[in-house]
Nanobody, 123 residues
Framework: QVQLVEAGGGLVQAGGSLRLSCAAS????????MGWFRQALGKERDFVAA???????YYADSVKGRFTSSRDNAKNTVYLQMNSLKPEDTAVYYC?????????????????WGQGTQVTVSS
C-alpha cells in the first residue's frame, strides 16, 4: 500500500506561481511513475503531467512550457512547479502513482491517489 499526501495549493493571481509537492510512503517510491491530475468543479479529472522513476517527463499540451514536474527519490517526493498560472488552471490537483516505467495519461491506470489540494487562480 502507498500513501500520497499533496501540499502547496492555495490562491494566487494570474501570472503567479505555485509549487505542489506530493510525499509518498509505504513502498519503494522509485518503483513508481508519478502523475499529476486536476479536476475543475463539475468537470472530469484530467491528466496534467507525469514523471518516470528516472526522471523522464510528459505534459498535457495545456500546461507544456508552464509546468515542470520533478522528483526526489531519496525524499520520496514529487513536485509540480506551476508558473504563469491562468484562471483556467483552477482545480483540485491530485498526485497519483502507478507501478512500472511507462507513462500513461488515463486515470484508471494509476493505482494510488492523494487526497488532492486546491489551486485557485484569480484573474
Amino acid at each position: 500500500q502507498v500513501q500520497l499526501v499533496e501540499a502547496g495549493g492555495g490562491l494566487v493571481q494570474a501570472g503567479g506561481s505555485l509549487r505542489l509537492s506530493c510525499a509518498a510512503s509505504g513502498r519503494t517510491f522509485s518503483d513508481y511513475v508519478m502523475g499529476w491530475f486536476r479536476q475543475a468543479l463539475g468537470k472530469e479529472r484530467d491528466f496534467v503531467a507525469a514523471i518516470r522513476r528516472n526522471g523522464g517527463e510528459y505534459y498535457a499540451d495545456s500546461v507544456k512550457g508552464r509546468f515542470t514536474s520533478s522528483r526526489d527519490n531519496a525524499k520520496n517526493t514529487v513536485y509540480l512547479q506551476m508558473n504563469s498560472l491562468k484562471p483556467e488552471d483552477t482545480a483540485v490537483y491530485y498526485c497519483a502513482g502507478r507501478v512500472g516505467a511507462v507513462i500513461v495519461t488515463a486515470t484508471a491506470s494509476y493505482d494510488y491517489w492523494g487526497q488532492g489540494t486546491q489551486v485557485t487562480v484569480s484573474s
